[in-house]
């Protein structure tokens, strides 16, 4: 694929996809089409843009694939482990009702995790926990509460489990008390407005084909969004270059602190 064939796709994608293909990584985004090109039987650039135009299956695989909706339960099941001993407790003294947002929240996975665990660690508490994604089929299954395949159940543990999950119609499900503490929503991380004030905001495995300009932007309103001392919880192979220059400080694998003094945050370029 060349780049005029690449403005091609970029601007039909946005078009009927409402997805900007300028925040993601060229190379790897031009190489992941053309693989896909290929598999949905286009033999040119200007049959692909016609089919995304014109079959609603193709929009609909296609944003599957741009999206990458992989999820599970207590993901990098560690990181998790440190939330529930560390993280959770201090953020829970700090506020007894904290507020907690999943961005990029695939089926909900991510934030059911934390609204059992924290109902595990201090039974009643009223956390506000939102998640959000851009794919309205995913916000579906979770505003559902599942169903939920064995492997992305797999990290649950059996008491929690037994509690909080039921097993029918193929799959697991997430028991309605557990589903009335998240709020979930469609919205757009790279362009859509945030809310404010959060104690804990997790972003995890969704800025992997990311530009490092999006990502700084990205990181930037996160910083923004987070009550001072607020804390960013990231994916288990994601790492924040220069987090002073978004106000952040590393606070162990996977975690970093909004600093107290939020004076020191720069603007994106
Ligand atoms: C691989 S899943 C990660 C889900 C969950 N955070 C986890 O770690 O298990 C990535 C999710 O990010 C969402 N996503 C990708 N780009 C997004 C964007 N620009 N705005 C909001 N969500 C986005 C995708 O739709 C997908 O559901």
Not at 200 to 221: G, H, P, Q, T
Request: with cysteine; proline share 4%; hydrophobic share 40%.
């Amino acid at each position: 694929m060349n780049e005029s064939e690449y403005r091609k796709i970029k601007f039909t994608i946005n078009k009927h996809l409402d997805l900007n293909l300028e925040f993601y990584k060229s190379n790897q985004m031009m190489r992941r089409l053309g693989g896909f090109t290929s598999r949905v039987g286009a033999t040119s650039i200007d049959e692909f843009c016609g089919l995304i135009a014109s079959d609603a299956k193709v929009r609909e695989m296609l944003m599957d694939f741009l999206t990458i909706n992989v999820t599970e339960f207590f993901r990098d099941k560690r990181h998790f482990d440190a939330l529930r001993s560390k993280v959770l407790p201090e953020i829970l003294q700090k506020n007894p009702r904290p507020r907690i947002w999943s961005a990029g929240s695939s089926k909900g996975a991510e934030a059911y995790s934390v609204a059992m665990m924290i109902e595990e660690i201090a039974p009643g508490t009223k956390a506000r926990i939102f998640g959000t994604d851009i794919d309205a089929r995913m916000i579906a299954l979770a505003r559902a509460g599942g169903p939920y395949p064995d492997a992305e159940a797999k990290n649950i543990t059996e008491s929690l489990r037994r509690k909080f999950m039921e097993q029918r119609d193929g799959g697991y499900f997430v028991v309605p008390e557990i589903r009335s503490k998240v709020v979930f929503k469609e919205q757009n991380l790279l362009t859509d407005e945030f809310d404010r004030n959060f104690d804990l905001i997790m972003c995890r495995n969704v800025v992997i084909y990311f530009s490092d300009a999006a990502k700084l932007e990205l990181n930037n309103k996160f910083s923004k969004s987070l009550k001072p001392g607020g804390i960013l919880f990231i994916g288990g192979t994601e790492t924040i270059l220069n987090p002073q220059d978004v106000g952040f400080e590393r606070d162990g694998a996977a975690f970093y602190r909004k600093e107290n003094t939020p004076g020191r945050i720069r603007q994106a370029a």
